[in-house]
Structures are given as structure tokens and as C-alpha cells.
């Protein structure tokens, strides 16, 4: 078990390996964590293995965070998230978009995070009855689901521009 400095969220065994759990109860907009880790550039990212790139968040045009080492790392794929990743600033941040009871795990839709120029697809094992079976890049969604997510903010502004 990993935990991060606070004590608000642990890294423990989920469905799909290790996945961030919560040590508190969470509220519909409250910062679940900041992402942290190292920014790379398209060109670096296609050099890194293939665990690094798997796992880092689309942060600009060019520009990509790699949370290897960090909390973020962990942070796992639900086809019925309960939480957005969203930019402020210089920052990425988790943020509950619904409460998040102690002891869930947060969940986030990479949907949201993928951009149209993002070559990346994954087979979907989130147990939820709304699963879509594979996960792909943002634009690829069901055009109600894009909507909702646009609408609900949960889509940070760099990847709708991209």
C-alpha cells in the first residue's frame, strides 16, 4: 500500500491491478489530488516505454505529464467515472464529480483526456454496466456521451481544441 502525504488516498489492489482509493469521503467538485510528475513532448513520449506512455495525461498541443513515481500513476479508467481531470492554471488536478465515498476507488474516463491527434486504444475491463468495451480518443464517443461530458466540464479545454 502506497498513500500519499495527507492520508486522503491510498494506492491499493482494484479490479484492474492498483487504483487509487479514497481514505475520506469526497464532495462533487472537491480536488481529489494533483497530478504531478514530469512533462514530456510528443517526440519524448514515443521514446519512453510503453508503461510511461500509457500512463501519462495529454497537458497541451505538445505536451504530455508523466505522473511515473506519483499518486497519479495509479489513477484507473471507468466507463462511469467519478471523477474529471481538469487544467487550472499550470496544474492538472482530480476533481469528484460526484460524491466519492471512503473506501471507492476514484475513476476517471481517458476518453476525456485523449485527443483527436492521440493514436491510443484500450480494451475495457471497468465492470460497469455502462461500459463501451474499448476505449478510444475523445472524438470517438457517442455524440450524446460528448455532449454530457462537454456540458458537465468534464473535458479539459486542450483536448476539445485539439
Known amino acids: 500500500m502506497i498513500s500519499t502525504e495527507k492520508k486522503t488516498l491510498i494506492v491499493a489492489k482494484s479490479r484492474n491491478g492498483m487504483g487509487i482509493v479514497t481514505m475520506q469521503n469526497f464532495q462533487k467538485g472537491d480536488v481529489v489530488f ?5 512533462l514530456i513532448t510528443c517526440d519524448e513520449d514515443d521514446s519512453v516505454d510503453e508503461q510511461t506512455r ?7 498541443d505538445d505536451l504530455y505529464l508523466s505522473p511515473a513515481g506519483n499518486i ?12 474529471r481531470v481538469t487544467k487550472e492554471g499550470k496544474k492538472l488536478f482530480v476533481r469528484a464529480i460526484k460524491t466519492i ?3 471507492k476507488e476514484v475513476l476517471i ?3 476525456t483526456i485523449t485527443a483527436s491527434d492521440d493514436s491510443w486504444t484500450m480494451k475495457c475491463n471497468c465492470g460497469s454496466a455502462k461500459c463501451r468495451g474499448v476505449i478510444k480518443k475523445f472524438r ?3 455524440k450524446e456521451l460528448r455532449q ?4 458537465d ?3 479539459p479545454q486542450h483536448i476539445l481544441e485539439n
Do not use: Q, W
Open 34 to 38: 494533483e497530478v504531478r510528475g514530469k
Open 54 to 60: 500509457s500512463n501519462t495525461y495529454r497537458y497541451s
Open 72 to 83: 497519479g500513476d495509479f489513477l484507473n479508467h471507468s466507463c462511469n467515472p467519478n471523477a
Open 101 to 103: 465515498p471512503k473506501n
Open 109 to 111: 474516463d481517458y476518453s
Open 140 to 142: 470517438t464517443l457517442p
Open 148 to 151: 454530457k461530458y462537454i456540458s
Open 153 to 155: 466540464g468534464m473535458v
